[in-house]
């Protein structure tokens, strides 16, 4: 995996490391832009207390778990402690690309197998959502909502809506204020701790 790593202009250099107290020190001394974090390496209570420990050292550094298809309460800890991505371990090489790319551009990443697993209330009518809020969200919200959870720019979801960019700004602003969240980040996060996503 790492010889597919380097043969990409993402990656300067990869580090395999397979015990904490070396993740740690490697983490103090070399600070990373990306961390994967595997699941057969580490035990999953284990995980939440090596993010815990990663992000105090740098809260910057953009945390990647590829976990054994874990269950969606998982998943929606995992984010709340302050992982920018999951992927379950069946995630192929061209996925895992395109969630480092899209947290290049500052967004979440969630792989399509568990995002799965969490947008099935799209197929709903969504009363769980609107009995808990006093102004829902907007059947067009929900879909820009889904596609900002799918790592998306405002750009390629005007493409992919047909709507023009500075409407999904508009949504998007929409759905900020709806949710009291700041940014995408927030937006991804309440959706998972408030299970607008569920399994």
Known sequence: MSTLFLQTDLFKTVNIINYTDSLLDDVKQNTPNFLMIGSSVFARTEIYEIVDSILKIDPKIKIIIVGQNYEVHVIRKLFSKGIRSYLDQDSNYEEFLKCVQTLHQGNVYICESAK??????????????????????????????????????????GDKLFISVNTVETHRKRILMKLNVKNTVGVVKYALENNIFED
């Open 116 to 157: 799965e697993q969490m947008i099935s209330f799209l197929s709903n009518d969504n009363k769980k959502y609107t009995r808990c809020n006093k102004e829902p969200i907007t059947k067009r919200e929900m879909e820009v909502l889904k596609l900002v959870c799918d790592g998306l720019s405002s750009k390629d979801i």
